[in-house]
């Protein structure tokens, strides 16, 4: 079925079967290849993307409940060349080791930050529930703290 | 040394290539493989881990490319995998060749330029094996690079600096990628001296990792991420049971559904190509294939196989009268542990992209071994080695799970039925039911005090699954010549060598599925053992258990290098023994690869539930190239440590391997990561020394030794848990 939708400010339209997850329309359809695949089950979260504002697991999510929603992925999260502050905090924090798993959780925390600005670590705990195997989970808690400092500078400039 | 320089015709770029014979002097690593020199004393060096570069003297695997816009672009024969290698090897080179690290572009050296390492990413060893060569290599380009600068310019070369990639003297300068430009014949000096290392700009230093922004911005950089014009997409059927053995197939309903484009059936699987992933895992699920499967393997079948005493031991440790004296006599005390089946886990699945085009192939994968991905490919497709050329991509997460890669094969089959580019990758519960698992183990630990409460004797006897054995890195069967496994006894060799009578024993079982390399191989498991032993000695010493370790120290180098450390964790984390309330520290150490780690883990005990707050680790590695990059690397080990003996364990069920998916098959998230690490580093030798596996051992033994003091609970079983 033909599906249309906003995907990181550009309307797309597809020809999909209606219950193709999003992430492989993301990935292989339209080519944006940041979103990962991890286990296909909602149980890691490497393929967190957004959904109207909202973080979700891309890989269990079909494409039917996507029509006129506005999609971001990593690719994005950042608005030309300025990087998110998610992206900047992980960069000053040096979190990611192989990698792989990051811009699910990058994408988790921006989420976040939207609702709870100035996460606790109880916060962070329950919000961020995806799987790290290099285990950057303590650079990451920093890096989540110093993306709210960026993020309310941000918007203590504008 | 040779040289050779390619031009290549119709290339817009000029390429300098640097294939010499420059410093491989450390030509150490496959002695212990062809050498017959008595046992333990192989299995003594190779405890030391020292033997980690296996380059050929004639292709040092390495290569730099200088572009007209001068920046270089460094080949690296070595994978990066999240183990910050190429920041390593960029840091270095960037030290040696005079050009800011910005200027320097790490990538990985296809098969096809044949300057792959020959061996494996792998070991703790890509840093510790190219740092000599890498610093000669990059010095003596740089004086190629000024002797033809002072041709060009007319100028001495003595009166030549070089900063930042420029070449100036005499009033006159020169770029490296001016300097290349046109320059066909080039003489290879000697190996100039290599600067001190306080004179390094890079080395030593926490410089940001070179990957860090495709890292941040989602760039498509993984085996996953490959794609090609008019790729499909394959999927091959596996058996969920263990030893399932390929009879044959009905195809007949998978055959018209959406998508498909060929049904491949093969000697040894069926598989199927689509147009899409979902479409491919649509049919291949409606394929209905016949196995021949000989035994429903149960979970406690694998228990009662891995137990001290069965199968056949072999001595890896001995000194003095240990058996003796633990034989038979009063006062020994004994004490058995165990760790469980563990999966790798790792977030990228393993799979391959393939493209079989006539006698060529190319392959897009996440590997530690390229040369064997290669080699399988090759001899599958029936194609000459040198046709077959495997493009390394990042890795998803290595940790040895991508040292063997059939799955190249299979993409490259089915790419071949096709005549199309197919990308062939697990889904979730394949790689969990495929995986290359860490072994079970089981531990016998035994020791005799002394009056004066020292260790008189002490003994290990380990049983665990193969490790090196079987494993496509090995092709060579050691098992008649070496008899334990070298992989499954790592760490299980005592490191109290003050300890008069000590000894070893590794019982080795083969388990009817795969086992084999987990990061730091058997080094989690026989700490664990180890040091919760010497701490529950130390208790019965009635001694303070930092001390204890202490006492039992040899005064070598070795000995010495742990020493510190044990001091230096102790000093930061202000050791202290014994609980408060229902928090206390637990001690543990270990060596690997002559890497000494100590940790301390402060932890406290709610109901039945573990928490860690706080872990301090001393690591004395030697040189720390990216001191950042090593922190990054022993915050990473000890989190892993902690998933791997506080909450993961495969089992059997039904003949399958469980569980197959994330969160039964828990692991490690935010709220069980420490939110205090704090990482002490010291350099007791001139030389760096493995990083990456090194800093697992102690935190199982550590935790486990934290719960005694809050609970008076001895934890002798991962994942550990209070009942």
């Known amino acids: 079925m033909k599906i249309s939708f906003t995907l990181n400010g550009t309307a797309q339209s597809v020809e999909v079967a209606e219950n193709t997850p999003l992430l492989w329309v993301v990935r292989d359809v339209l080519d944006l290849k940041g979103t990962k695949f991890g286990c296909g089950k909602a149980a890691c979260g490497a393929c967190t993307l957004h959904v109207d504002g909202e973080a979700i697991r891309s890989c269990s ?18 608005s030309g060349d300025s990087l998110h502050a998610v992206q900047q905090a992980w960069k000053e924090e040096i979190v990611p080791q192989c990698g792989y798993c990051q811009p699910g959780f990058m994408m988790a925390t921006a989420a976040m930050l939207d609702k709870i600005p100035n996460p606790t670590d109880e916060d962070i705990d329950k919000n961020i529930q995806n799987i790290c195997r290099c285990g950057t989970y303590y650079r990451m808690r920093k890096a989540i703290h110093r993306a709210a400092e960026i993020k309310a500078a941000e918007a203590s400039d504008s | 040394m040779t040289e050779n320089n390619k031009k290549k015709k119709g290339s817009s770029r000029r ?20 050498r017959h020199i008595w046992r333990r004393t192989i299995f003594t060096e190779v405890d030391k881990g020292e033997s980690p570069y296996l380059g050929d003297a004639a292709t040092p695997g390495i290569w730099f490319e200088v572009t007209p816009e001068n920046e270089v672009i460094l080949y690296s024969p070595k994978v990066e995998m999240g183990q910050g290698t190429h920041t390593g090897l960029a840091q270095i080179a960037a030290d040696e060749l005079e050009i800011d690290i910005e200027k320097i572009t790490v990538r990985h050296a296809e098969s096809v330029s044949t300057n792959v390492d020959p061996f494996a990413t792998g070991g703790s060893t890509s840093i510790m094996g190219l740092f000599q060569p890498l610093r000669e290599l990059s010095a003596t380009m740089r004086e190629m690079l000024k002797n033809k600068a002072a041709e060009k310019l007319g100028v001495a070369a003595t009166s030549l600096a070089v900063a930042n990639g420029v070449i100036s003297g005499g009033g006159k300068s020169i770029t490296f990628g001016e300097v290349v430009d046109g320059v066909t014949d080039w003489e290879v000096p000697d ?9 390094y700009k890079y080395i030593g230093k926490p410089v940001a990792r070179v990957d860090l922004h495709d890292k941040v911005v989602g760039a498509p950089i993984f085996g996953m991420d490959a794609s090609l014009p008019g790729m499909l997409f394959g999927s091959v059927c596996r058996s969920e049971k263990i030893g399932a053995k390929y009879v044959g197939a009905d195809t007949t309903a998978a055959e018209n559904m959406p998508g498909v484009v060929k049904i491949v059936k093969e000697k040894d699987f069926v598989g199927v190509v689509a147009k899409s992933y979902q479409e491919a895992e649509n049919a291949k699920n409606a394929i209905e294939v016949e196995w021949k499967v000989e035994r429903n393997w149960t979970s406690q079948d694998i228990e009662e196989m891995i137990e001290v005493g069965k199968g056949k031991p072999v001595v890896i440790q001995k000194e003095g009268k240990a058996k003796r004296i633990l034989n038979n006599e009063e006062g020994i005390i004994s004490s058995e542990y165990k760790s469980p089946l563990g999966a790798h886990a790792q977030l990228e699945p393993n799979g391959a992209l393939a493209h079989v085009e006539g006698e060529k192939a190319t392959v897009y994968i996440s590997t530690q071994v390229v040369k064997i991905t290669q080699g399988e490919v090759a001899d599958r497709l029936g194609i000459a080695t040198e046709n077959v050329n495997i493009k390394p991509t990042f890795l998803g997460g290595g940790f040895g799970r991508r040292l063997h890669t059939p799955n190249a094969i299979q993409a490259a089959v089915l790419s071949k039925a096709v005549g199309k580019p197919v990308k062939c990758f697990f889904n979730r519960k394949e790689e969990f039911q495929n995986d290359t698992f860490r072994p079970p183990t089981h531990h016998l630990m035994k020791a005799k005090l002394s009056d004066d409460g020292k260790i008189e004797a002490i003994e290990h006897n380990v049983s665990s699954g193969d490790v090196m054995f079987g494993s496509a890195l090995i092709p060579v069967d050691l098992s008649g010549f070496l008899g334990a496994d070298v992989g499954a006894w790592r760490g299980g060799m005592f490191q109290y060598k003050a300890i008069p009578n000590h000894r070893a024993v590794s019982w080795r079982v083969k388990l009817p599925f795969a086992t084999s390399w987990w990061r730091s191989l058997g080094l989690l498991a026989n700490t664990f053992a180890i040091e919760s032993f010497m701490d529950e000695l130390s208790i019965s010493a009635k001694k303070d258990p930092v001390q204890f370790r202490l006492d039992h120290i040899q005064d070598d180098l070795a000995g010495n290098r742990l ?56 690591m004395d590695p030697g040189i720390s190239v990216n001191p950042d990059q090593v922190k990054a690397q022993i915050e990473g080990c000890i989190i892993m440590g902690i998933s791997a003996s506080m909450f993961e364990k495969m089992y059997v069920e039904d003949g399958s391997l469980a569980p197959t998916i994330y969160g039964p098959y828990q692991m490690a998230q935010m709220r069980h990561a420490p939110k205090e690490i704090d990482v002490v580093l010291l350099q007791g030798v001139d030389k760096p020394g493995a990083v990456g596996e090194p800093p697992i051992g102690p935190i199982g033994a550590a935790i486990a030794n934290a719960v005694f003091r809050i609970t008076g609970k001895r934890l002798r079983e991962m994942p550990l848990e209070i009942s």
Request: aromatic share 4%.
């Open chain 1, 61 to 78: 999510y079909p494409i039917k409940m996507v029509e006129g929603k506005n999609i971001t992925t990593i690719e994005g999260l950042s």
């Open chain 2, 563 to 618: 020493k510190n450390v044990i001091k230096a964790c102790a000093e930061k984390a202000g050791w202290k023994d014994g609980a408060e309330g229902n928090r206390a520290m637990g001690f543990a150490a270990s060596t690997d690869a002559s890497t000494p780690v100590a940790q301390i883990a402060e932890v406290s005990v709610e109901g039945n539930q573990i928490k860690v707050h706080k872990v301090t680790c001393a």
């Open chain 2, 15 to 34: 390429k300098f290539l640097v294939r010499t014979a420059i410093g491989t002097g450390v030509l150490l690593g496959t002695g212990y493989l062809t």
């Open chain 2, 191 to 199: 190996v100039p001296p290599l600067k001190a290392m306080k004179d």
